[in-house]
């Protein structure tokens, strides 16, 4: 079995983003109604007055206001799923898992189309909350460990902060250049480690709790 992160790894750009300007471009209200606020999150989050955790949870409440979001996710995917890296589909494989931060409701979708086995971050649109914790570090190697510890022969990523997981693979590829770069995984000498610590405890990994 071959595990891929997809935002940055076998996709160019971080589609969860990317979705949400599609939905703001086909119900312009949202940029009235949504987007003065997702800008407001970014800027407490830029001078350190609101967390990574906080600051997820309220940009994916966008996913709560698409009333039509099956016909969207489905046109976003129709003009989006050409993006997916040649690399990637060359060496496809019905055993692959993409495993991404990502909510489910936007990856399942294109892992469907692309037969491949998936595991994402479980959010409710009607509610708009994540019902666990998101599949973010450490979170993607519990979830492997939890079905097993299936042998995973190669392991793909974009993020130091899946070192956890790359722990858990044979061999581990780091991907960089919006997908095109394909290289080994650094190893963890001292500076790597605290690179990893770094990405790890931004306050990514979101625990099912209120807003401070």
């Not at 581990?172 to 990893?196: C, F, G, I, Q, Y």
Request: charged letters at 30%; aromatic letters at 14%.
């Amino acid at each position: 079995m071959n595990v891929y992160d997809f935002d940055g790894t076998i996709y160019p750009s971080d589609c969860s983003i990317g979705f949400c300007i599609w939905c703001m471009n086909h119900h312009p209200k949202l940029w009235i109604t949504f987007f003065p606020k997702a800008l407001s999150y970014l800027i407490r989050r830029k001078t350190g007055k609101m967390t990574e955790a906080s600051l997820q949870r309220k940009f994916f409440r966008y996913l709560t206001l698409i009333d039509d979001f099956d016909v969207q996710i489905r046109r976003y995917w129709d003009k989006n799923e050409k993006k997916i890296v040649p690399w990637y589909l060359a060496q496809k494989r019905p055993d692959d898992l993409i495993i991404s931060a990502s909510p489910t409701c936007i990856i399942e979708p294109i892992a469907r189309r692309l037969g491949v086995n998936f595991m994402a971050s479980e959010y409710d649109r009607e509610y708009g909350v994540f019902l666990n914790n998101m599949m973010y570090a450490k979170e993607k190697a519990r979830y492997i460990i939890d079905k097993g510890f299936p042998v995973i022969e190669n392991f793909y990523s974009d993020s130091l902060a899946d070192t956890p997981l790359a722990l858990c693979a044979e061999k581990a590829h780091l991907v960089s250049n919006k997908a095109t770069t394909v290289a080994d995984w650094p190893e963890m000498d001292d500076a790597t480690r605290e690179k990893v610590k770094k990405k790890i405890d931004t306050g990514w990994n979101i625990h099912l709790k209120e807003d401070e």
